[in-house]
């Protein structure tokens, strides 16, 4: 029986490169997902793909939805991911800005974990991996919240790391930086109108900060997460990964 490998916002954008290359290697993916996405002719394939229509952002959805994770066999993997909050200052930001943004990512990914975790360990094993940003170790400016509930999202997992390893489990967190989704072409809509500024002009800029001269692919996300799943990644836990071109400096 394949090994199957639950992956959040696994539809679109990284998450759907990911549930792509789990399957390429074998894996059979639950998607969590509001729709199908990019994933429309997986639906077909009931072997190696089932999706459940899940709102992350919803504690009623997540509910439902574990109710029906709780019944799979073989359950080996999460793939904590949810599309990032958007542009912003501090001071632009509420309260309730706040409590959305947590929602959707901290409080739904440690509700899920926690409902995977008893599996895991009567399976003998799992690994959870968490699609975070390089904003989690490098604040970018106008992305307020986001840097916040990264940094959040990363020292959570860390803990996790050192909770859950006795009973071989592994957690870890990959971070992309500038990668070509729409999350980041909302970004750069978003940012170039609130500094009057072209978007191309934006675009350039964020592209000359990156050491390879280019924006990365999400294809190249999901590899590094997939390997986090491979046997060869055993013993690897509780890192932070950027796949980021180099973007990130040493700290």
């Not at 009973?167 to 970004?187: C, H």
């Amino acid at each position: 029986m394949k090994r199957a490998v639950i992956v959040c916002g696994g539809s679109k954008g990284i998450g759907a490169s990911i549930s792509r290359k789990l399957i390429e290697k074998g894996f059979r993916v639950i998607c969590l997902s509001r729709s199908s996405g990019e994933l429309s002719d997986l639906l077909t394939d009931m072997s190696n793909f089932r999706f459940l229509e899940c709102d992350l952002s919803s504690s009623i959805s997540r509910e439902k939805v574990i109710s029906e994770l709780v019944m799979e066999e073989n359950l080996w993997g999460l793939v904590n991911n949810a599309s990032g909050p958007g542009a912003g200052s501090l001071q632009e930001s509420s309260v309730d800005d706040f409590i959305t943004a947590f929602n959707l990512h901290l409080f739904a990914s440690a509700e899920l974990t926690k409902s995977v975790v008893p599996i895991f360990q009567k399976n003998g094993a799992g690994r959870i991996v968490n699609i975070i940003s390089v904003t989690a170790k490098v604040p970018i400016q106008k992305m307020g919240i986001s840097n916040t509930l990264r940094g959040a999202m990363l020292n959570w997992s860390k803990t996790l790391s050192k909770e859950l390893g006795p009973i071989n489990i592994t957690v870890n967190n990959v971070l992309p930086g500038y990668t070509e989704t729409q999350r980041l072409i909302e970004v750069i809509d978003n940012v170039s109108k609130k500094d009057s500024v072209s978007r191309e002009d934006y675009r350039r800029n964020l592209v000359n900060q990156i050491p390879l001269g280019r924006f990365g692919r999400p294809e190249e996300v999901a590899a590094v997460a997939v390997f986090l799943f491979s046997d060869e990644a055993s013993f690897v836990s509780g890192a932070s990964i950027p796949v980021d071109g180099g973007w990130t400096p040493c700290n």
